[in-house]
């Protein structure tokens, strides 16, 4: 069984930056796609980027060119570096493990969620 934590998450002023982090134990995530979503008060959960096991990566477009998802597989961890951060990023951020190596497969395993708060 998998287990996701995720760290990072805190308050930040509109602008900063964060880097969200998620670490994976009970078994290794290497071969498997993985992704952050968020969900705001009110809102439904929504994607907001994966990577695949070899690397490739997909955004929401409201995050492009701010967002960089990454991992490192011999930490069994992946990365979302945040900057320019708006107040409508705020949000509880989850690690998620998908099925496969691709994204477009199924989660299987989420993580407890780290809280996001963006201030103007």
């Known amino acids: 069984q998998v287990q996701l934590v995720e760290s990072g998450g805190g308050l930040v002023q509109a602008g900063g930056s964060l880097r969200l982090s998620c670490v994976a134990s009970?078994?290794?995530?290497?071969?498997?796609?993985m992704g952050w979503y968020r969900q705001a008060p009110g809102k439904q959960r929504e994607l907001v980027a994966a990577?695949?096991?070899?690397?490739?990566?997909n955004y929401t477009d409201s995050v492009k060119g701010r967002f960089t998802i990454s991992r490192d597989n011999g930490k069994n961890t992946v990365y979302l570096q945040m900057n320019s951060l708006k107040s409508e990023d705020t949000a509880v951020y989850y690690c998620?493990?998908?099925?496969?190596?691709?994204?477009?497969?199924?989660?299987?395993?989420w993580g407890q969620g780290t809280p996001v708060t963006v201030s103007s």
């Open positions: 998620t493990k998908y099925y496969s190596s691709s994204y477009y497969s199924g989660n299987d395993h």
């Open positions: 990577i695949s096991a070899g690397g490739y990566t």
């Open positions: 009970g078994s290794t995530i290497s071969l498997n796609a």
